[in-house]
Each structure stands twice: as C-alpha cells, then as structure tokens.
C-alpha cells in the first residue's frame, strides 16, 4: 500500500505539470492570434523605414456575404444587376410590324423593277427597343392538319382577301375564323385537283421531288397541299395590298416568307429546288432580258421543273377573262419560250392552263449553243452562284458544275441526290465532292448522329417539343448542316434553317441536298417575316457568332418578335453568355432556366430553356391609358 500510494502521487504532480504545460501554450496561441490580426501585414509593424504609421495598414471591416454558389471558372462573371432591363410593350397598332418590309420605307425606293417593295431594313438608331403585341383576342393557333384549314380571324384580323379573291376559293370568314377550302386563282377545284393534273405529267411520288419554291404565292395552298406528297415548298409573296397573305400561310402552318423577285437575289442558295412553280404569279418572266428566269434556272436543281399557269399560258381560250389582247398574250408567251431555249430549258409538255419546263442535268451541250446563242452569256466563274444577301440580279446563265465531256447529257451536274426520305441522312454531294473542304462525309454522318442525341435531350427539358402537334412552325437560328431539322423529320413540323451570312461555311446549299429548307439571314436585321410566326426557336451559339457585331438585346427582341405568345425557345451557348441572356429575357418576360449541357455538367457550354409568356394588347376600352414605348 506504501509503495502504490508513492506512485499515485507522484502521477497526481505529472498531471499537475501537463495541464498547466497546455494552459500556458493556448494563453499563447489565443495573444499571438489577436496580435497578428491588428494588421494587414505583420510585418509591417517592424518596417517603418517609409514612415508610414502601422494604423493604416488595419484591417477594414467587410459587409460583403459569404457566396457560396458554384462558379464554372476561376473569375467570378460579371456581377447580375438586381433589376433587369425592362422592354415595354409597343403601341396595340404596331401587332405587325415587320421592320424590313415597312410600307412607308419603301416609299424612299425606285419604282423601276420593283425595287421598292423588296427588302429595305431600318438603321440601328430607328429599331424599336419594345415588345411587339399580339392583338387583342388572339388565340393560340389550330394544331396541325387541322390549321391548314382553318384560322382564328382575332390572329390575321383582315378581310380583304374574302372579298377581292370571292369568286377563286381563297379564303372565306364564318362567325369568329377562316376558312382556307384550297382553291387559288388558277384551281378553282382545289389545290388537291390541281396537283394530281400536275401529277399526270411528271413523277410527283418517287420521291424525287421533295423542295419546291412557290414565287407570289398567295395564301400557299399549293404548297400546304404538297406536304401531304412529302414535297416541302418555300413560298414567298410580296407584302403588299393583300398584305395577309403569307401571314395566312404562316398562320396555317405552312413554310412561307415575305419576299418578291426584284433587283435582288432569292435568298437561296444555287441548285436548290427541285421545282418551282408559278400559278398567276404575275412576275414579268419575259422581261428585264429574262433576269427573273434566270434567276429561276439559278435556285433550280439540275434536271429539275418549272411549272406555268395562268397568263400567257392557254391564252387562245382566255384572252377574253382576262381583258387583253391575243397579240399581247401571244407575244408574251412567245418572249418566255425565247428565254426558257437560251437557258437551254426542253419543254416537256402544255396541257390546258399547264405549261412545264425541264432544266438541263447538265451544261455540255449547252456550251456549245452559246457559239450559235450568244444570249445570255454565262455568269464569270470567279462569281459565288450561292451568294445570295443583298446580291444584285445579273442577267446571265449561272453555269453548272463542270462534268466530263464524255459523259452523257443525263449525267447530274454537281452530283446526283438521293430519292426522299433516304435523301435526308445521305451524304450530300457537296460533302462527296469536298465542296466544303471542313465537313468530310465522316464529319457529316457524325453531325447526324449527334444531333439525334440533341434533340432527344431537348424533348426531355422541353416536354412540349415531344408533344405531338403542340409546335408547328419551328426556326433554327443556326443551322449548319440542318442536324437539329433532320432529327425533327418524323415529327409534323417545318424547320425554318437559317445559316446567317456570318457564318464560318455557307452550308445552305447542303441543307437543301438533304430535302430540307431554309434561307440566309443577318440577325442584326429582323426577319422577313410577320410577328408570331414560330412556335419555337432554336439559337445554336448565336450570341457568340454575333458578340461585337451587335447588341444581345436586339437579337432577343427579334425572337420575341416573331416567336408566339406561349412558345418555346432553346439557346445553346457558353455558361457566361447564357447568364447575362437569361437576366436580358426577364425583361421580355420569359420563363426559363439554364440546364446542363447533355454531356452532363461538366461543360461549358450550357442549354437555355425559356417559354415566351401569353399576352395581347389591352381590349380598346381598356387602352385608354396605355402608356406604352417605342424607343
């Protein structure tokens, strides 16, 4: 017991010492703390060789709050301003401004050729910095196939079509919507009687035709018709007196723009169409040296049609409806037969109101007619044939692709596409023969295959994408080789590609080998469309292309512009511009949220998913007070 209560004390004084051991040491570390937090730089205290006081080195007290979101780089963005830029509403009776095809702008332009009805753009300083309405009363369009019949009358409030085209089946108004029976100037059957007569002449089912152009197309029935014989037609008419018209269109779900032949390229690239067609058009073909059919044979495919009706064509038995003289009807057909043989067009046959003309596969024995016709000549080498914004008209022969000599005059100048619905994911000929010298046939089918994924990601963020019937008429900003339309092409919607003439490659021409449609456009300008044309809209890194050229703001108000109140809009661009984006579209009142690219999170790039919000003008009553902007 002595010797354990020995050991037991001396324990009791070594434990003594240890505690007072760590007590002293946390004394220390708590005064050398304080110590070094009274200056910025310790060791400043001891420097005063510059004879700067230690006070003002102290430390000042921070107000900012701790941030704890992720950031996908090492710099923070750009700080988000707590208040968005606000768009007002324009005034109720700009509901279709269309910037480019304004009336009282066109007044400034010549006359001759038309000049002055095509496409004439605002300076920057004149765009309207505010929110296009609808009209009061507008309703969300009738879903496909059911609106290539019928329209609201509160979305296209115009009547004067009823009454001028009374009598040739247009279009017709019932209590509160038209009424579209399919009839036109030229088909008083309907546009589905008129096609199978075209169909008794050439193969229209072999897939062999798939793009047409329609030029001054009314209300597109012909066109609307064709889809059912998976044929897609670019229509265009004038916005003019009957200035519904391809609103009417647009409203009924069928591809169609605003646009007139002029002084001016069709916004299309070369060999784009399989056919095109003319039903009382009104175009001046013969004219103006036969610029217009020049301009025809330009977007016309190799081998592909040209279809007539109306004056001159079977004028020995209407001359009299149509209040002109047979001497004048016979020599404007004669002028158009002039011009269509120097094209080195055949004419494959004229039935009743119908006349059809065939383009050469190729240029061989055309060459050799230039000894004998020396008109028109062919257009310089050196001159781009799909170079088509803001392009003068020339008045020559845009010449084919050059084939062997040897070869037979079948053989398809440029190369020969596929039969629809194979045309679609084969690889296009452009891309065969290297026209692109970027995009081998491996890069395309790869484009294809990723695209597929794309759009299958994009139905899983946008549920109404995969809804069948909930969109129509879609836009892609930025179309490239049209991978986001081909993968839509089992879905009954249109895609409207546009490849802006910024691009790196000018693949419009590619787009159109693989039977899909689309045009040119600088998005610093609006579009030649009506307000509320799309049902979607998809901006592949257009914000990018378009940084420095001009602001985001005026690209998002053209989207806002021309998409419909309760669209859909996917934007795929970098994390930070997509940021400073989604802070400009509160401003346009849009719903939306940024997703993960579908590689997952890890990238940079992101996906911008936003609905444009459902709203119209006041009812009149109610407008009184309206205050709305228009700078």
Known sequence: MNLFTRISSRTKKSNLYYVTLVALLCIGSYLLGIWQNTAVNPRAAFDDSDGTP????????????????????????????????????????????????????????????????????????????????????????????????????????????????????????????????????????????????IGRLIDLSDGSIRTAIDTGCGVASFGAYLLSRNITTMSFAPRDTHEAQVQFALE???????????????????????????????IPWGQNDGAYLMEVDRVLRPGGYWILSGPPINWQKRWKGWERTMDDLNAEQTQIEQVARSLCWKKVVQR????????????????????VLKNPEFCPHDQDPDMAWYTKMDSCLTPLPEVDDAEDLKTVAGGKVEKWPARLNAVPPRVNKGDLEEITPEAFLENTKLWKQRVSYYKKLDYQLGETG???????????????????????????????????????????????????????????????????????????????????????????????????????????????????????????????????????????YAVKQYWTVPAPYEDKNNTSALS
């Open 252 to 282: 009924r779900g069928v591809p169609a723009m605003i646009g007139i032949m002029a002084t001016i390229r069709l916004p299309y690239p070369s060999r784009a169409f399989d056919l095109a067609h003319c039903s009382r058009c009104l």
């Open 352 to 371: 009743d109101d119908l006349a059809i003309w065939q383009k050469p596969f190729n240029h061989i024995h055309c060459k050799k007619t230039r000894q």
């Open 54 to 197: 230690c006070e003002q080195f102290t430390r000042p007290v921070s107000t900012k709050d701790l941030d704890f979101d992720a950031h996908h780089n090492i710099q923070d963005p750009p700080p988000v301003t707590e208040t968005a830029v606000n768009f007002p509403s324009c005034a109720a009776e700009l509901s279709e401004h269309t910037p480019c095809e304004d009336a009282k702008r066109s007044l400034k332009f010549a006359r001759e050729r038309l000049e002055y009805r095509q496409r004439h753009c605002p300076e920057r300083e004149e765009i309207l910095k505010c929110r296009i309405p609808a009209p009061y009363g507008y309703k969300t369009p009738f879903r496909w196939p059911e609106s290539r019949d019928v329209a609201w009358f509160a979305n296209v409030p115009h009547t004067e079509l009823t009454v001028e085209k009374k009598n040739q089946n247009w279009v017709r108004y019932e209590n509160d919507r038209f009424w579209f029976p399919g009839g036109g100037t030229m088909f008083p059957r309907g546009a589905d009687a008129y096609i199978d007569d």
């Open 470 to 608: 909930r969109y129509r008429n879609l836009v892609d900003m930025n179309a490239y080789l049209g991978g986001f339309a081909a993968a839509l092409a089992d879905d009954p919607v249109w895609v409207m590609n546009i490849v802006p003439v910024e691009a790196k490659l000018n693949t419009l021409g590619v787009i159109y080998e693989r039977g899909l449609i689309g045009t040119y456009q600088n998005w610093c300008e609006a579009m030649s469309t009506y307000p509320r044309t799309y049902d979607f809209i998809h901006a592949d890194s257009v914000f990018t292309l378009y940084q420095g050229k001009c602001k985001p703001e005026e690209i998002l108000l053209e989207m806002d512009r021309i998409l419909r109140p309760g669209g859909g809009v996917i934007i795929r661009d970098d994390v930070d511009v997509l940021i400073k984006v989604k802070e400009l579209t509160k401003g346009l009142e849009w719903e939306g949220r940024i997703a993960d690219h579908e590689k997952g999170p890890h990238e940079r790039e992101k996906i911008y």
